[in-house]
């Protein structure tokens, strides 16, 4: 409707290299990525070339070690740059960000033996992650599930079926968390299963509300036999493992959804300058203004929060409550904010023909994956006021 530009988004970046991958970002968000967007989410197409350009270009490791062929990026920076990709397409920003809570586990916890053989391919030689820890019978309470791992001599062989597998079917690792011992959290350990082990297989994708181009598939394993030397971390650690992956892991659907939150203000921002009813542009109506001003201010302050948790992390300081937090907000504001953005454009709004409602249906998402609101404020409580009685 109009050639007004989005203003860029105001970043604080700590370094001149920093300001220089969050350009690259946007360049290749500009060319390779926004153009296919639309029709490609329309069609549940994955883009795995942007991937593979990602890989190439040292974006699907950027907050790990130089020495494994990451990025060695503070979360601050890490963060933003999942953010613009996400304002680019969701599938793309969720997609890395999931790679990266794939990762986590031999990065935190492997050996160094076990990082020098697979980080490597995993953060810059083009592989794909998906991380494993939800089952049909066991979402919110992961510690519930059934998945197992026994041990065989030197291998472990691994029965069950992980539920709403991001990258599902098509990713080359799964980080799988399985039980090797005891009912709950304890008696669970983490493995890394290669996506052509004999015996894993994928069904085909969940037909999804949105974020239709990123696959989500149950994974079966089928006595998947791996060797000792894919457990990562000590056996009963698994949990812990799975956790503390998530703690990081909610601070990139955090920026994410501030990703989608601003791309639905910078349309509808565009959509009410072009738009012209009793005889001016939409945007000059108060009711609109005010409307457009809240949308921003949710999505400073859901940036501000995200970066206050980066930045606690990056100085080593305890940061799983504000991750919750940050998560909690920076999704409720997605959701909001998309939902406004369909308003303000009106009947188009509602149309396919603009991507206002396409971020809607992706904004939705982002409250439940990696802990559903609702778990975040039971961690948020927790920290507040300890544990629940039982
Ligand atoms: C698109 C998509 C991608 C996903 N990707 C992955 C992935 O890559 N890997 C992975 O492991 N999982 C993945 N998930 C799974 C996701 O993490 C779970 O869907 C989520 O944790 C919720 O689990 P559930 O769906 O079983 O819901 P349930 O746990 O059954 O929850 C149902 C409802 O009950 C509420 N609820 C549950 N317990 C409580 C409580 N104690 N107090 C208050 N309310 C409660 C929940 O908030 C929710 O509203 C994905 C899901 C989706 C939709």
């Known amino acids: 409707m109009s050639d007004r530009a989005p203003q860029p988004v105001d970043r604080q970046l700590p370094t001149d290299e920093a300001r220089d991958l969050i350009s690259l970002v946007r360049d290749i968000a500009q060319r390779e990525i926004v153009p296919g967007a639309a029709q490609e989410e329309g069609a549940g197409r994955f883009p795995r070339e942007v991937f593979s350009l990602l890989s190439d270009s040292g974006l699907l490791g950027l907050p790990y070690d130089a020495e494994f062929g990451g990025g060695e990026q503070p979360y601050e920076v890490y963060l933003q740059v999942l953010e613009e990709l996400a304002a680019a397409r969701l599938t793309v920003g969720l997609g890395v960000s999931v790679h990266t809570l794939a990762s986590y586990a031999p990065a935190a916890y492997g050996t160094k033996e076990q990082q020098a053989e697979y980080l490597p391919a995993m953060l810059g030689g083009g592989l794909l992650g998906a991380y494993c820890l939800s089952e049909p019978a066991s979402g919110s309470d992961a510690a519930s599930l059934r998945t197992k791992a026994v041990r065989d001599g030197d ?99 955090a920026a994410c959804a501030i990703g989608v939150a601003q791309a639905a203000l910078d349309e509808a921002v565009s959509y009410a300058a072009g738009r012209r009813q009793f005889g001016k542009p939409i945007v000059d109506f108060q ?41 909690l907000h920076c999704t409720d504001t997605a959701m909001r904010v998309t939902t406004d953005a369909v308003q303000l454009l009106g009947g188009y709004g509602y149309t396919a023909d603009f991507p206002a409602e396409r971020y809607m249906r992706e904004a939705k998402v982002l409250q439940i994956v990696e802990g559903t609101n609702q778990i975040q404020r039971m961690v948020i409580a927790r920290h507040l006021a300890g544990p629940e009685e039982r």
């Open 155 to 253: 291998d472990w062989v691994i029965t069950g079926t992980k539920a709403w597998i991001t990258h599902g079917g098509i990713a080359d690792f799964y980080t799988v968390m399985a039980r090797t011992g005891e009912e709950g959290p304890r008696g669970i350990t983490a493995f890394l299963v290669p996506g052509d082990a004999d015996g894993l297989s994928a069904a085909a994708p969940e037909k999804k509300m949105g974020l239709k181009g990123s696959p989500t598939a149950q994974v079966h394993l089928d006595g998947v036999r791996v060797p000792d030397a894919r457990r990562i971390g000590d056996e009963g650690q698994g949990f812990a493992i799975a956790l503390s992956a998530l703690d990081s892991g909610r601070l990139g659907i």
């Open 287 to 327: 009711g609109l203004r005010f409307m457009l001003a809240d949308m921003a201010t949710q999505i400073e302050a859901g940036r501000a929060l995200y970066l206050t948790a980066a930045r606690l992390r990056d100085a080593g300081l305890p940061f799983a409550k504000q991750a919750a937090m940050a998560k």
